[in-house]
């Protein structure tokens, strides 16, 4: 199946199973909506996660880019199913950043395979504003990395990439909030 393709289905499966209308939403960024995306549904399904897999692998894979991650607990199945997909055609270690460190062992914000300083992709399931993804971005930042991209699978359109890009980090949006309109 062409990427093409996967993208389709991806867009279909989102639709099916991450995507709801007619409700009260209350967003990460604490705004309302009447529509929501449960990516999760998606994420955990064997085939959205392949498909999630394929698509952003494709997405990043001629990047100069050391490692994936992104801010619990959103980006986590992205990160592991991307870098189970880059195997071992060209292999990307992931990480996850927590939203507080630990508090026990070693108190890591930063976990999984993290490399300070390397070039890194962050992901985001949806992305609103982009203000929980720059939780990310300063973690990484401090740890000495670089992040000059973020890809999210459904960007709602409501301020993220210009915020974003006031910060130096370009925006990719697998689809928008339009790819789902009634």
């Known amino acids: ?7 389709a289905r991806l867009r279909d499966v989102i639709r099916q ?3 709801s209308t007619g409700g009260d939403f209350k967003l990460a960024s604490g705004a309302g909506s009447t529509f929501y ?3 999760k ?6 085939e959205g996660a392949a498909l999630v897999a394929d698509v952003l692998f ?6 100069s880019v050391d490692q994936v991650g992104g801010l619990e607990i959103g980006a986590v199945p992205i990160a592991t199913a991307v870098a189970m ?3 071992p055609e060209r292999p990307i270690r992931a990480f996850f950043v927590r939203k507080e460190a630990k508090g026990h062992g070693t108190n890591k914000l930063i976990d999984g395979q993290y ?10 399931d949806v992305t609103t504003t982009g203000g929980s993804v720059m939780k990310a971005v300063d973690a990484v930042r401090e740890r000495g990395g670089k992040v000059a991209k973020i890809v999210t699978i459904v960007d709602r359109l ?3 990439k210009a915020n974003l890009a006031k910060e130096g980090i370009e925006l990719v949006a697998i689809f928008t909030k339009d790819d789902f309109a009634a």
């Open 37 to 39: 995306f449960d990516m």
């Open 1 to 7: 199946m062409s990427i093409a393709a996967k993208r």
């Open 58 to 63: 494709d997405t990043i894979k001629n990047d």
């Open 17 to 19: 199973k991450s995507f």
């Open 41 to 46: 549904k998606t994420m955990f399904d064997p």
């Open 158 to 160: 409501e301020g993220a």
């Open 85 to 87: 997909r880059s195997w």
């Open 115 to 124: 490399a300070d300083g390397g070039n890194t992709i962050l992901f985001e």
